[in-house]
């Protein structure tokens, strides 16, 4: 569920809304073409540091003083990896979560290793915890457990989970405690639970990622994956890769700070200060 703030009053959104289709003939080349030139350009331009997971280090955002400061904390929705040990090097408090490990959790220096799951549903009542080889936890849960209200960092790559995923990140507005995104696509199929026909499924993928501009992330990075099946939706559509990985760096307090040194100073006649 997303709470929307209008004119002090709260509406509750239950799913996501769908942006309208890409041409009135509801086909999947249109609908592949606008997304897939969506994911590929970037809408800021910022400073990128490592592979192809690239960190946006640009000094106008938050990441880079809070490394410098020790203050940062990563989340990563996957085992750990070489992008998650240089930032654990580089003194952030890092939290990978594995359901494979044998014990429930793992420490080595700035690094935690968690057998939890992350889902995008409740835990199923009907499974007795003890058969589950691992819990299983919505982000929101997780965060809460842990006391963490804030993530600089989440990379999000569960192999065709992600849409799902972000779909509840959205609706229960995870995404406010989270600095950046850094999220693996992959497209060769629709994904878990995501239902209809091959445009509708485009569709659906492309209202995520304009849900993620709404809360004021822009994509700064955007990697196509050379060495992956050019499939799309089971089909070889363009020789389009079947994987991207995508940086979304949240922007609202730095656009909120140009908007207001644009009204003071380039809009200084129409600026009145108390």
Same mark, same amino acid.
């Given at each position: 569920m997303r709470q929307?703030?209008?004119?002090? *009053?709260?509406?509750?959104?239950?799913?996501?809304?769908? $942006?309208?289709?890409?041409a009135e003939t509801r086909g999947l080349q249109e609908e592949a073409d606008r997304f897939l030139r969506y994911i590929s350009t970037p809408q800021v331009?910022?400073?990128?540091?490592?592979?192809?997971?690239?960190?946006?280090?640009?000094? *106008?955002?938050?990441?880079?003083?809070?490394?410098?400061?020790?203050?940062? *904390?990563? +989340?990563?929705?996957?085992?750990?990896?070489?992008? $998650?040990?240089?930032?654990?090097g580089s003194g952030c408090e890092v939290h990978c979560f594995d359901p494979s490990i044998r014990r429930a959790h793992l420490q080595?220096?700035?690094?935690?290793?968690? /057998?939890?799951?992350?889902?995008?549903? =409740?835990?199923?009542?009907?499974?007795?915890?003890?058969r589950l080889h691992s819990g299983s936890k919505k982000l929101a849960a997780i965060l809460s457990h842990f006391g963490h209200r804030q993530v600089d960092v989440l990379k999000v790559d569960l192999e065709s989970a992600e849409w799902k995923i972000l779909e509840n990140l959205i609706l229960e507005q995870v995404l406010d405690s989270v600095g950046l995104l850094l999220l693996e696509l992959h497209l060769q199929w629709a994904g &878990?639970?995501?239902?209809? =026909?091959?445009?509708?499924?485009? /569709?659906?993928? &492309?209202?995520?990622?304009? $849900?993620?501009?709404?809360?004021? &992330?822009?994509?700064?990075?955007? +990697?196509? =994956?050379?060495?992956?099946?050019?499939? &799309?939706?089971? /089909?070889?559509?363009?020789?389009?890769?079947?994987s991207f990985t995508l940086g979304w760096e949240f922007t609202h307090f730095w656009e909120n700070l140009h908007n207001w040194w644009l009204t003071k100073y380039f809009f200084a006649p129409l600026y009145i200060e108390n």
């Open positions: 929307v703030t209008f004119a002090k *009053r709260k509406i509750y959104i239950w799913k996501i809304w769908l $942006e309208p289709w890409a331009q910022a400073q990128q540091h490592h592979g192809s997971w690239l960190l946006c280090l640009d000094r *106008r955002f938050s990441l880079a003083q809070r490394i410098v400061s020790k203050h940062c *904390r990563v +989340y990563s929705l996957r085992s750990d990896d070489a992008l $998650e040990r240089l930032l654990a080595e220096d700035n690094m935690w290793l968690h /057998r939890l799951s992350v889902d995008w549903r =409740d835990p199923n009542p009907a499974v007795p915890i003890q &878990f639970e995501v239902g209809g =026909d091959e445009p509708s499924v485009v /569709r659906y993928w &492309f209202s995520l990622l304009r $849900e993620l501009e709404r809360a004021h &992330f822009r994509l700064y990075h955007s +990697y196509s =994956d050379p060495s992956k099946p050019r499939l &799309f939706l089971h /089909r070889n559509l363009r020789n389009t890769s079947s």
